[in-house]
């Protein structure tokens, strides 16, 4: 008896911790998706943003001892997005993503161990030199997501 209550105690002190943390990111949020600029003049500028993709996990009685929750924390996408204009006509968009970046991914032995995604990937998505003359000739030269993906709002930050 004495056990399921000490559980269900446990359990609420969880559940109010997360409304807390919850209610306290919501202030916040807006200016998550702002990102850094350093602007020169209207011509020069430089734009550097991040997203990371995040999971939590938590199983009843799925430690090693059988008694205890089980946690783990990963991060299963982070994302680097550079922009920036060098002159009027002349701008530059560089964009990456590393994928299983999970604290510990994969050391080979099947431990957890220390080290932040040891067989991670980090893979390129857009480099691109943008000649923008007018509304009407634009010139995109090198590497990009095709704008068609895009536009169907297909990958794993797009779908809940």
């Known amino acids: 008896m004495k056990t399921d209550q000490k559980r269900r105690w446990k359990m609420c002190v969880v559940a109010g911790a997360t409304v807390a943390l919850v209610a306290g990111m919501a202030p916040v949020v807006p200016t998550v998706y702002a990102g850094g600029m350093i602007k020169v003049d209207d011509d020069k500028f430089i734009s550097i943003g991040m997203g990371t993709r995040l999971s939590f996990n938590a199983v009843e009685d799925g430690s090693a001892s059988g008694a205890q929750y089980s946690n783990s924390f990963g991060v299963n996408n982070a ?6 204009g060098i002159h009027k006509y002349v701008k530059f968009a560089f964009n990456t993503e590393c ?62």
């Open 79 to 84: 994302r680097i997005y550079i922009n920036g």
């Open 99 to 160: 994928f299983n970046c999970s604290v510990g991914a994969g050391n080979g032995n099947g431990s957890a161990g220390n080290s932040f995604g040891s067989n991670a990937n980090i893979g390129l998505l857009d480099a691109i030199a943008q000649f923008e003359f007018n509304e009407l000739v634009n010139f995109w030269i090198g590497r990009t997501l095709v704008p068609t993906e895009r536009g169907e709002l297909n990958g794993p930050f797009y779908h809940a």
